[in-house]
């Protein structure tokens, strides 16, 4: 389980009522971390981000916090996203932009984002980007996405290891592109770092890793690990190249960190990346980072290294008295947690005013790791977890790093290790291995308990990581510290370090791919035959105490047994040469017989050999036997040593010989002795040289330290000032480039502006005009700076200058219309304008030439008259109505026909219950349906329409035909007015009564009809609009049955001639006359034929007797055929 940020943060009040609600979460979340010159890497990257991503970005800079941040102005003008300061507890949202405020850390919490102001300790260095980004890895884990771009030192560092810890992305701005490199390459010398892209570049290849089927899928798919031929093949790949076997990692280590790589190189199918792995062999490299991805710091949780400080340390150093204590720092990375623990114990001596011998084996299988460690150079950013004190005294400052103090690094020996194939240290008082238990499977987390409690003395004591247990192992360890998972061996259970084997690998297709993959053999031992079979054989039945194998190399391969202090290993760099790690009286004896052994082939055995260098003079027997080996097999020896009290009766069997150290060793001591004597006097002389130079020096470093620490000091400070001011320099900088862009477009908008505009300070003197005001004043460039007062104006009847001081003292806008001399007319605005603070800073005075609109207001008050006088002269009458219907204007016409005074007619409504209004048929008409009400809600033309009306003085309705029209403001809908006129036509009417009466009673028949033409204007029927009952008796047909009907749908076989001859009287307007026979009626009748209107004609008829039948016709509408 991932660690949570500790102190954890107290959340606001809301934040429970808020989790009720459901909230859209982002699909990654992207820390931004920049620092000196990251302004334009900044905007370059967001000025390329897509605004609807579905991210959250978060911008973590170097703020100063003397000044004003300007950053949400400038980023808003690069993104459409939304740009937030960041609040306490707020929440994260998709799509917005949230900056770090001035004097805050960030952290966040849950989604959301919590503030803490910053410490500035002196001698300490605040990182807000490793602080933001520490913190959002262990949040949003494999959602957490560090972005790092320009600045000087190494934040971020510290904050990249954490965001791949938790399998988050990491993209990095490429050096050649950034104005500070230091922050870049910190990173990038992670080797954690995913892209290397100038800023411009980024966003496309994030917005590509955020599509990706593994980053947006809610669930991590199966697809990888249930590809067990493709696993395997990476697998062997990794162990071909780099010798370790990820068999026995856990699923989900391995699918996550392949599923990221697969998503960082663009590929869905775990096929296509085997391939990938085998075309690009970097490939594979990475990967194999990725798997050893060891996040370290100095005091990494506190708590347990101040427990081990306060109580284990102690106990372990008191009780190592006289003999070499052992620490073995397994899984080291880079050695951040073997100089702690080194620091701690060094602390602990001193103050207890002790001196232990004190090794601290540190082991890693990653070699480059191993490599750093060993170099023991850190970046300044470890300034946040040392404490000063420490940091002072156990660090030089190194450029912009700290470099680990001499009497620190002798301490510990770092040595690259296989924690799973090498075989194990021994004799060791404290073992550490932190968080990487959890990376592996219950088999092998067994293996490796189990190597640990081989490894640990009586007493030892097992520290783990926070999440990590002993499992099973509660047989061979007892707890000390639960919370903390701090163990003590229980000292029984030492099986050697090949007794339990690991099980084969659950893959059938292991087997198979070694025969494509050359890579060493699965199991856990060295060559390729298993050791303890051939060494069983040799041993046969028989029991030992101690016994070790050792190549032809004179290296140790394995220890089986308690090596009661006959071994240990060197000082210095990491060797396993027995003569080297054997105690001093047994190191000649060991390399004379083993080496007489591998050349004879045969058993040698020493006795009674006294070991004078160890705590109490031992006596033992030294057995030297050659193992059995088959063709191809590498030459072993097995060595023995077994204590004795009195001297053993050699066997006779065996070529035994006694061995006496003195008649062997005297020759070889004599040479030695005379070499040794020569070598010491020259070196007494130049220890005494080297002694009178060394005290100078001394005092003359003791100087230079004191100096230079305070230099330290004050360099950090000016540092961290450097990097606000840039930062804050950076920003004005930007602002100088808009305020000069505003400038040129103020310039501009001057320059070719029709209207004439002045400026003026508060004293009245000219600070900027354009060119179109010398039209009034006469200025030049050069007037810039003059008063108002002394230049000559061309307005005719008026001071300008008199108006814009009353402007100036009553601080309110004015407006004149001024004409000039030369008859223009101008607009003149005085506008007073304040600046900043002030209340009052100036004036802008602008002149619109209105000449054109002077004119046309005279030309329309001209035309108004014109159109007022046909208004008033015209014989209809016309009204106007406002949009609830009110009369607001009517000529005379109107008042005369209506019989009312125009002051009768104002302000009436149609919903006025005096007017009395009816239609023809004399049902009542009420005001809503008045014809300009009803244009007024259509917005459509209404009438001509028939209404009576009650005329007052003739005490009698007289009849209107009225017509309104709507009329619309400009982009308007709806009318906003309508205007109605109207005919009296009561006496046409009556006439028209008339005639209708006299058109019943006539005797001759009558019809009235409309021409229909076709597309060329050719007649080809006509339609029936009226008939009298005249022509109803003589023609048979019935109004009601032809009336809107054309003749073709009444009698479809009507002649052509009857249309043509109509259509020519219907469009030429020329009447006829004619007599046509019916044969159908057996009548001739008498055809007049006129146009009464355009489009139309009328017939009339008479009946004629005696007739030709042949030649004469009815009617043309007769149905003859």
């Known amino acids: 389980m991932p660690r949570k940020y500790s102190p954890k943060p107290k959340m606001p009040a809301s934040a429970n009522s808020s989790a009720m609600r459901p909230v859209i979460r982002p699909s990654l979340y992207v820390a931004v971390g920049a620092s000196a010159g990251g302004l334009e890497a900044i905007e370059a990257f967001f000025t390329g981000m897509a605004s609807d991503s579905g991210m959250a970005f978060i911008v973590i800079q170097h703020l100063s916090p003397d000044y004003k941040s300007l ?98 992305m990491v993209m990095v701005q490429s050096e050649s592109t950034a104005k500070f490199d230091s922050m870049p390459r910190a990173s990038i010398s992670t080797g954690l770092v995913d892209f290397i892209l100038p800023p411009e570049e980024m966003p496309e290849r994030l917005l590509s890793y955020a599509k990706h089927p593994f980053v947006i899928k809610a669930e991590r798919s199966e697809t990888v690990i249930s590809d067990e031929d493709a696993l395997t093949r990476i697998f062997a790949i990794l162990r071909d190249k780099f ?4 068999t026995y990692y856990k699923p989900s280590t391995v699918t996550r960190r392949i599923e990221r790589r697969m998503s960082i190189n663009r590929i869905d199918e775990i096929r296509d990346y085997v391939a990938f792995m085998q075309n690009y062999p970097g490939e594979a490299g990475t990967l194999f980072r990725e798997f050893l991805i060891g996040v370290t710091r100095f005091f990494r949780d506190r708590e347990v290294f101040d427990l081990l400080k306060e109580n284990w340390l102690p106990e372990i150093l008191d009780r190592a008295s006289g003999k070499e204590s052992r620490f073995w720092i397994a899984g080291c990375s880079t050695g951040e947690e073997a100089y702690t623990l080194a620091i701690l114990a060094k602390e602990y001596m001193l103050q207890s005013g002790i001196n232990r011998d004190l090794k601290i084996f540190a ?50 020996v770092f040595a690259q290790h296989n924690l799973i194939k090498d075989p194990p240290f021994t004799n060791i008082d404290l073992v550490s291995c932190r968080n990487l238990l959890i990376y592996l499977q219950p088999v092998l987390q067994r293996k490796v308990l189990e190597f640990f409690n081989f490894s640990l003395n009586a007493q030892g004591v097992l520290l783990l990581g926070t999440s990590e247990t002993i499992g099973e192992m509660g047989d061979c360890f007892e707890s000390l510290d639960h919370k903390n998972k701090i163990y003590r061996t229980r000292g029984r259970f030492k099986h050697s370090i090949d007794a339990r084997e690991l099980p084969q690998a659950p893959n059938s297709t292991y087997r198979e791919l070694e025969t494509r993959f050359p890579v060493a053999r699965r199991d856990l031992h060295v060559g390729d035959e298993r050791i303890l079979e051939r060494f069983l054989e040799a041993l046969s039945a028989d029991n030992f105490p101690l016994a070790v194998v050792v190549n032809e190399q004179m290296e140790v391969l394995h220890i089986f047994g308690d090596t009661q202090g006959y071994f240990k290993l060197p000082s210095g760099k990491l060797s396993r040469d ?23 082939n045969e058993a040698l055995r020493f006795s009674n050999i006294k070991l004078r260098d160890m705590e109490t003079l031992k006596i033992v027997d030294l057995r030297i036997l050659p193992l059995p080996r088959k063709k191809g097999q590498e030459p072993l020896v097995a060595v023995f040593l077994e204590e004795v009290e009195r001297p053993d009766i050699l066997d006779k069997t065996q070529a035994i010989q006694a061995y006496d150290l003195s008649l062997e060793a005297e020759q070889r001591i004599t040479d030695l002795e005379q070499e040794l004597q020569f070598t010491r006097e020259n070196l007494q002389a130049t220890v005494e040289e080297l002694e009178t130079a060394n005290e100078e020096l001394q005092a003359t470093n003791e100087e230079l330290l004191a100096s230079n620490e305070e230099l330290q000091s004050t360099n950090e400070e000016l540092q961290s000032t450097n990097e606000e001011l840039y930062s804050v320099n950076s920003e004005y900088q930007s602002k100088i480039v808009e305020l000069s862009e505003l400038h040129n477009d103020v310039d501009n908008l001057l320059n070719v502006s029709q209207i004439g505009q002045l400026l003026l300070d508060e004293n009245m003197e000219i600070r900027r005009f354009s060119p179109k005001v010398a039209d009034v004043f006469k200025v030049l460039a050069s007037d810039v700076g003059r008063s108002l007062s002394d230049i000559s104006h061309q307005l005719e009847n008026i001071d300008p200058v008199r108006i814009i001081e009353t402007v100036h003292k009553a601080g309110r806008m004015a407006e004149h219309e001024v004409r000039a001399k030369d008859g223009r007319w101008y607009l003149m605005r005085v506008i007073p304008y304040s600046v900043g603070p002030k209340v ?147 006496e046409k009417r009556q006439t028209e009564q008339d005639y209708q009466a006299l058109f019943r009673e006539m005797f001759n028949g009558f019809s009235l009809h409309e021409i229909i033409c076709d597309e060329s204007g050719k007649p080809v029927d006509y339609r029936f609009l009226a008939v009298n009952p005249a022509f109803e008796r003589m023609t048979g047909l019935k109004s009601e049955q032809i009336l ?78």
């Not at 980004?133 to 884990?141: K, V």
């Not at 010798?243 to 990820?246: G, S, V």
């Open 578 to 600: 027995i003569s080297k790690m054997a105690a001093k009286d047994l190191a000649i004896p060991l390399s004379t017989g083993i080496q007489k052994v591998f050349r004879k």
């Open 363 to 412: 082991t890693d299988i990653d070699r480059d790791a191993v490599l750093f460690a060993a170099n023991g150079v850190y970046p300044d950013s470890i300034a946040a977890d040392v404490p000063q004190e420490l940091l002072s005294k156990y660090f030089y400052r190194k450029q912009d790093s700290y470099q680990i103090s001499r009497n620190i690094r002798e301490m510990v």
């Open 840 to 986: 009052f800073s100036g004036t802008l005075v602008s002149f619109v030439d209105i000449t054109r609109i002077k004119l046309g207001e005279e030309a329309l008050r001209a035309s108004e008259e014109e159109f007022r006088a046909l208004f008033e002269t015209l014989p209809l009458g016309v009204v106007y109505h406002e949009a609830d219907g009110s009369i607001i204007s009517a000529n005379n016409a109107a008042a005369r026909i209506l019989g009312l005074s125009l002051d009768q007619i104002m302000g009436k409504t149609t919903m006025d219950p005096r007017w009395k209004m009816i239609r023809e048929d004399g049902s009542s008409v009420s005001g809503e349906h008045h014809p300009a009400m009803i244009a007024l809600r259509t917005g459509h033309r209404e009438g001509p329409v028939v209404r009576g009306v009650f005329h007052p003085e003739k005490n009698a309705y007289i009849w209107l035909s009225i017509t309104a029209i709507p009329l619309f403001q400009s982009g308007a809908s709806m009318p906003t007015q309508v205007y109605a006129t109207f005919e009296d036509i009561t």
């Open 1044 to 1121: 809107g009907k054309t003749v073709l749908e009444v009698m479809p076989d009507t002649e052509k001639f009857w249309i043509e001859s109509f259509g020519e009287v219907a469009l030429s307007g020329k009447p006829t006359r004619f007599e046509k026979h019916s044969s159908q009626l057996g009548k001739s009748f008498q055809v007049t034929a006129f146009r009464p209107a355009r489009n139309q004609f009328a017939c009339v008829f008479a009946e004629v007797t005696g007739g030709d039948e042949a030649g004469k016709s009815a009617h043309p509408d007769d149905r003859d055929s």
């Open 71 to 168: 950053m949400v102005e400038i980023l808003s003008k690069k993104t459409r996203m939304k740009v937030h300061r960041a609040e306490e507890g707020m929440p994260v949202m998709p799509d917005n932009v949230y900056l770090i405020p001035p004097k805050k850390n960030l952290t966040i919490f849950h989604g959301k984002l919590l503030l803490n102001d910053q410490e500035h300790v002196k001698g300490t260095i605040n990182l807000p980007i490793d602080i933001f980004l520490r913190s959002l890895a262990e949040d949003q884990g494999d959602k957490a996405v560090a972005v790092i771009l320009s600045g000087s030192g190494s934040d971020g560092m510290r904050g990249v290891r954490a965001i791949k810890e938790f399998g988050g």
């Open 243 to 246: 010798k370790a076997d990820f």
